[in-house]
Structures are given as C-alpha cells and as structure tokens.
C-alpha cells in the first residue's frame, strides 16, 4: 500500500472510530416494522437513477479478491460486472488482504467489465498499524478501492450484512468523506444495498432511503438471510427450520422475501439484483445445473430483477441468457405491511430432520472452517459452491436443532452428545476446524459470526 493510501484510511479511521465502535454493540430487535419508519415507508420518494453503465448489465461475477487466477478467469468469462469480494468468499488473512488490495492495483487502466466491491462487512477489524485496538477493515477496503480507481466517474460497491438504518447512514457519511478527501463528485461511489438479514429485509425501505442519493439497488442474498432468520428467530422452537435443502426459493417464506425485495424497488425506482448462481456443473454432463441455474433466474427475471450474480465463469452465460431475454414480468401484489411480515416470518416447522442433514451441515461446515482457517475463502463440494454464508447456515442450523433436542428420522435425539458422537466419526474432534464448530454449536446463544469466535479464540494469528 502507498504513502497516500495509508494517510487516507488513518484519517478516515480516525473520523469514523467512535461511530464504527458503537455500531458494534448488539441491536434489540422485535420482527416486523419500526413504527419509527413509517413516515419513510409510507411517503413518495425514489432513489437517484442508476448511471447509463449500469442499465444494460445482466450477469455480474463475483470474484475472491485475493485470487488472482480465479480474477483472469473472470475477465476471460467477461461478465458485464466483476464484484471484488472481500466478504463471503474471502478469508481475511494478512497475506489475503494485501493480495487483495494488489489485484485491485492491476486493473488500473484497463479495459473490461466494470469493477465493483463488496467490502468486509462492518463487524470485521483489522489490527490497527499505528495505535492499540483495531480498526474498521470496512473503512480500510473502501478506501483502497477508490485510490486504485481515482479515474473512474463512477464506482459501485455493495453493502453487505446490512440490518438497521443506523448502518446505512453511517455508510452514507462515510462515502460522503471519501468522496471529499478524493476529490470526487458527491454520491460518485453508488451503491447496492445487499438485503441478506431479516431485520434488513423488515427495513428495507428505511435503508434505502438513508442511501438514496446514491443507492442504485438491492440484492437478494438467501443463505445469509436463512442464517440471520435462524439467528435471530433460532431460540424460539416455533421457527426451528428444516434442512437447508428445504429452505428453496419456491417455498413460500422464501418467495416472500424475493417478491419484497421486488415491490420495494419497483416503488422506488431501484434495480433488483437477484442471488448468485452457486451450483458447479459435472464438466460430463452440466446441463441438469444449468438447467436448475435457468429456472431459478426466470423466476427472479419473471418478478423484474434486472440481473444476477454468477459464482462461477461457467455459469455466466446461462445467466445473461435468461436476463437478455426475460420471461414477461409479473409484478408482486400490493400486500399490506401486515401480510408482509406474516409472509416473511412464515418459515416451515421442522418437527424433524434426517439423520443424513446433520452429517451433511457438519460435513459443510467442517470442510469450509478447515479451507476458511487455512485461508481458502470459497470452496466447491458436492456439485455447490460453499462459501461463508453457506457455512454459517450450516453451523447456526446445527446449533438450533441442538437447542431444541429435535428429534432425527433414525429415532435418536440431537442432544449435545449425539452432536458430539457425529462430529468425532466425520473428523478429527481435536482439529481447529471440529473444535471451531463445537464451540458455536453448543453455546448458550446462536454466535452472530463465526469469525469473531475465531478471534476469541486465536485459531488462526490475524496479526
């Protein structure tokens, strides 16, 4: 990183500390609208039209930022859009980071998609290089992102993890400052605001609205919002879900959360930009994944999303096939607020699960902790690409059924023992990756991430 570089980003730290260290606290919340929001829900506004680059594109790629080869794949694909991925995908080594932000310096100039960042989401901290504590790795992957694009009129980025409107402003603010001390255009640095949490879904609009000066979308993300819902819902043995494979876009709390995202932009003159495309084709016979990757984009472009994320090079132009010529668009119904919250909180019950979903999130989980801790951030098994979100499903599903001692299709119960009994005939009991996974598993309360259980634990040396 250059001089300028790290005078930006200790200045910006130093402006935004107290406001980034507050925002860490945890939030109380009860599902369903904020009264505090209605004025914002019930007026008439609309977010500022996206620039003219961005109302052809149909398939954006996501891709590791640390990954250099996976990055000219990407650009050999062409995508309409290549998002830079500090978060899901991404484990957050020293040496990671540093790559990262050395890949970003090499499109400089270049000709090609166009650039977006997904940042570390704001509960991420890197040690702090001139002062004790930490600081927001936010902040820093921002203000690397807009020094190696000084020349751009426009940058994206997508926000992720986002939840209550508190965040969103502080976003604003802070894209405000680094618009000023860059010298760039205010609201240059547009943004899509990534609804992947149950209490950003409930405040959708309201974070919306925070950003609407430079707000260009939202973004459908499933697993992470499976995972929040479990997280935030997981302690009442109402909301005990079925497996992950149960939890698809056609059951209907799932359809909920996809038309919402829909209505919402439709009033607000924002774009909606569908989930990524996460399924790995049989190089012998890909098309029942592509196939499976077609469908669930029609129905996307069927409700007016405008495009999707591709995990995968090869998914691509599946993906731009669907989104070039989309099915004829059938909007969602007008619902009242009421009939909103019923919908999305109407998770299926699980009165059981097989035994085979607990050997398969541990399986999940397991192998993704064991490449996260060895600094791989995205991995593919069994025909899926696994990725953070897909593993904190994995291991907050396993902590509810836990909790609730939900009984298995082989009769037995999942009690803390069985949990154990489980995870010592797939792995290693004592390898970081199973002792990781036990601890989130058997604590008292569902942990809201797992890497800050791996900071507490010091599994793997971030300094």
């Given amino acids: 990183?250059?001089?300028?570089?790290?005078?930006?980003?200790?200045?910006?730290?130093?402006?935004?500390?107290?406001?980034?260290?507050?925002?860490?606290?945890?939030?109380?919340?009860?599902?369903?609208?904020?009264?505090?929001?209605?004025?914002?829900?019930?007026?008439?506004?609309?977010?500022?039209?996206?620039?003219?680059?961005?109302?052809?594109?149909?398939?954006?790629?996501?891709?590791?930022?640390?990954?250099?080869?996976?990055?000219?794949?990407?650009?050999?694909?062409?995508?309409?859009?290549?998002?830079?991925?500090?978060?899901?995908?991404?484990?957050?080594?020293?040496?990671?980071?540093?790559?990262?932000?050395?890949?970003?310096?090499?499109l400089q100039g270049r000709a090609g998609p166009l650039t977006m960042l997904r940042p570390r989401p704001l509960y991420m901290a890197d040690p702090s290089p001139s002062a004790p504590g930490t600081d927001s790795a936010t902040i820093n992957d921002v203000a690397a992102f807009v020094q190696a694009f000084p020349e751009r009129e426009f940058l994206y980025v997508y926000i992720p993890k986002l939840e209550f409107p508190a965040q969103a402003e502080f976003w604003h603010d802070l894209l405000t400052e680094v618009e000023r001390q860059s010298g760039r255009a205010p609201n240059s640095i547009r943004v899509c605001l990534q609804i992947e949490t149950l209490p950003g879904a409930f405040h959708a609009e309201e974070l919306l609205y925070a950003l609407r000066e430079r707000a260009f979308g939202l973004n459908a993300g499933r697993w992470d919002y499976v995972f929040s819902a479990v997280k935030w819902l997981g302690g009442d043995e109402q909301f005990c879900l079925p497996e992950r494979a149960e939890l698809h876009m056609g059951q209907p709390s799932m359809q909920a959360y996809e038309a919402h995202l829909a209505r919402v932009c439709a009033r607000r003159g924002a774009q909606a930009v569908g989930g990524t495309a996460a399924l790995a084709p049989d190089p012998a016979d890909p098309e029942p994944a592509l196939a499976v990757v077609r469908a669930d984009k029609e129905r996307e472009a069927a409700q007016g999303y405008v495009a999707a994320w591709a995990g995968l090079p090869g998914l691509i132009p599946t993906v731009r096939a669907v989104f070039r010529s989309p099915p004829p668009v059938s909007p969602p119904a007008p619902l009242s607020e009421e009939q909103v919250k019923t919908a999305l909180l109407g998770f299926p019950r699980a009165e059981q699960v097989p035994l085979a979903a607990v050997r398969e999130a541990i399986g999940v989980a397991c192998d993704y902790f064991r490449a996260w801790l060895a600094g791989r951030g995205v991995i593919v098994r069994a025909g899926r690409v696994e990725d953070t979100a897909t593993a904190e499903l994995a291991r907050a599903q396993l902590w509810q059924w836990v909790q609730h001692r939900l009984p298995l299709d082989s009769g037995e119960v999942l009690t803390p023992d069985l949990f154990g009994r489980l995870l010592a005939v797939q792995t290693d009991p004592q390898e970081p990756a199973a002792r990781l996974l036990r601890s989130l598993v058997l604590a008292d309360a569902c942990p809201a991430y797992f890497p800050l259980v791996v900071r507490a634990f010091d599994e793997v040396n971030f300094r």
Avoid at 80 to 104: C, E, H, K, M, Q
């Fill in 1 to 106: 990183m250059t001089t300028s570089e790290t005078a930006v980003q200790r200045t910006l730290q130093g402006l935004f500390a107290a406001r980034w260290q507050a925002l860490l606290s945890p939030t109380p919340w009860t599902p369903g609208f904020d009264p505090r929001g209605a004025a914002i829900r019930q007026g008439e506004w609309q977010v500022a039209p996206p620039p003219d680059e961005l109302r052809a594109r149909q398939v954006e790629q996501l891709v590791e930022a640390s990954d250099a080869a996976a990055l000219d794949q990407a650009l050999v694909a062409g995508p309409d859009a290549l998002i830079f991925d500090f978060d899901d995908t991404f484990s957050p080594t020293p040496a990671n980071v540093r790559a990262g932000y050395a890949n970003l310096t090499t």
